[in-house]
């Protein structure tokens, strides 16, 4: 897949957020940013796809999307994800520099993502982790926007296919005995187990002081015939999107992984968990999906 801006399906992540903001009664998480660094252009041609059944070829720039054509499939199958995954993991980022005080929040493809602009923690040095075109789109859109890029911001381009995420967060400026948080949100989807872990291993080998690592992943149900019909439905939506979820990882085996370089898992929301701290309760039909966990490891600072 030729990656020129953001990947689609990271789009369809930044409306979701996006349109929330916009327009839901009852936040589950509150992306103020997100609309504006998105642009109008971005935000309804995300729109069309949505209401075209996620078919490209049917955008139009002399119309705009249907709220009511788009509000179920989003609610079911886009927003539950994005939406629950920031919360907690910003929600544990929150918690981490309260702890250590000055820190590093390093962002695995951030994408679109506005937590340099809305952090009121000058202690927090982000560093946000994507591809050199990701990069230098989101970049240009800042600029445009007239926006004043932090000074404990540092955009770091990267090819993860090909780059050493060690050497090039070094040579961006990243110090391994400062306490670091990392965020992997919405990537091992697409992953098999070992390429993932290679990255869990990487950075572990990075960092001498504590870190933390937030995540979320799909189980061992995914892919399977007993599971759910939404969850079936979003793995085709993605790979009509050009890109197919590989498989789910078992509880056991994301476990292992982190244990073999020496992280402890100290948080783990099971789907029904999630359901219970972002669904309960709502009106608006939005559910956790049957599939998704999340996941908050620790490993203590390194002799």
Known sequence: MTETRESTTAKLCSFARAYHSNTGRQKIFDDYLAYDLMGKEEYEEIGQLIENDFESEHRSINYSFSSKRIIDKLNRYITPIPLSRIAFA???????????????Y??????????AFRNGNPDIHVFELDHPNTGRYKRERVKQLEWNI??????????????SMTQTLL??????????????????????????AQTIGEISGLCTAES?????YPDETTLSGSGAERVHTLAEITEKLGEKMMHGYSFREISETL?????????????????????????????????????????????
């Open 106 to 115: 390093v962002v695995c493809g951030a994408g679109m993502d506005t937590f």
């Open 259 to 303: 244990e073999r370089y020496s992280y402890e898992i100290e948080d783990h929301e099971t789907p029904q968990m999630i359901e219970r701290q972002y669904f309960e309760n709502r009106t608006d039909g939005i559910t956790a999906f049957e599939n998704i966990h999340f996941i908050l490891a620790d490993r203590e600072e390194s002799a």
């Open 171 to 196: 040579n961006a400026g990243f110090q391994p005995d400062v306490p670091s948080f990392f965020a992997i949100l919405g990537v091992s989807y697409y992953l098999t187990l070992s390429v993932f």
């Open 90 to 104: 910003e929600n544990k980022l929150h918690r981490f520099a309260k702890k250590h005080g000055k820190c590093q």
């Open 212 to 216: 933390q690592i937030v995540f979320d």
């Open 150 to 163: 932090p000074d404990n911001l540092t955009f770091v381009p990267i090819d993860f296919s090909t780059d």
